[in-house]
């Protein structure tokens, strides 16, 4: 069975202040994503990263794939209030599915 | 149109009701999943449908039942439920069979309530 942990699970801080949501595993994956969910809502796509090694910035988000393409990283930078939600990260594992870590719950206080 | 579509947005049920849960996309994507979360959990799959087959069915109770009438509409038919189905119930879509590099799109997903 392929899992992801991520970590931490809960993360409360300050505006302004920056932050890193890890994401491991022991397996391999083609690819890795991942999503913000609000509450009441679905989750909605951050981004997507393909190749180990690959770092995608998203204004004051940053992904990163790790070079054996089994870990993941997301380091916000100042954060807002407005980057509060449970953040997910997910793999493209076998059998076409997605494996999803336990998420993230983040707030942040203004 | 870049969204997946649920309704309704929330939905109490009895034990004893049958009711239908509704998706629809127009992205053109030809597979279209069934998700069920729990509050602050991850989303865990119950069934994948690709080009309008029943493609996987991760072991799901017979009380749901799911339907592709067509490439753009995705029902969960839901009958004798339990107060622990309770949950929301999250659609997706994707461009192919499983994640890709253009990810799922999920939709806001119905809030159901079992009493």
């Known amino acids: 069975t392929q899992l992801l942990e991520q970590s931490p699970q809960f993360l409360s801080i300050q505006e302004g202040e920056n932050l890193t949501v890890y994401c491991n595993s022991s397996s391999v994956f083609s690819s890795l994503q991942w999503y913000r969910q609000e509450p009441g809502e679905g989750p909605v796509l951050l981004v997507t990263?393909?190749?180990?090694?690959e770092v995608k910035k998203l204004k004051r988000l940053t992904f990163q794939f790790g070079d054996a393409r089994k870990d993941s990283s997301l380091h916000i930078t100042a954060a807002q209030p407005g980057d509060t939600g449970l953040y997910l990260c997910?793999?493209?594992?076998?059998?076409?599915?997605?494996?999803f870590g336990a998420g993230t719950i983040l707030r942040v206080k203004s | 149109d870049t969204e997946v579509t649920q309704t309704p947005k929330h939905l109490v049920m009895g034990m004893t009701n049958k009711k239908s849960l509704k998706c629809e996309q127009h992205m053109g994507h030809r597979a279209m999943y069934w998700y069920k979360q729990k509050a602050k959990k991850p989303p865990e799959l119950m069934f994948v449908?690709?080009?309008?087959?029943?493609?996987i069915n991760e072991s799901v109770p017979s009380r749901f039942s799911p339907e592709c009438p067509n490439s753009s509409l995705l029902n969960l038919h839901l009958h004798a439920l339990q107060p622990e189905d309770s949950a929301l119930y999250l659609c997706?879509?994707?461009?192919?069979?499983?994640?890709?590099?253009?990810?799922?799109?999920f939709g806001s997903g119905t809030r159901l309530t079992v009493v």
């Open positions: 997910a793999g493209a594992g076998r059998g076409n599915k997605l494996v």
């Open positions: 997706a879509s994707s461009a192919d069979r499983g994640p890709t590099s253009y990810g799922y799109t």
């Open positions: 449908y690709s080009y309008e087959k029943l493609s």
């Open positions: 990263v393909v190749t180990g090694g």
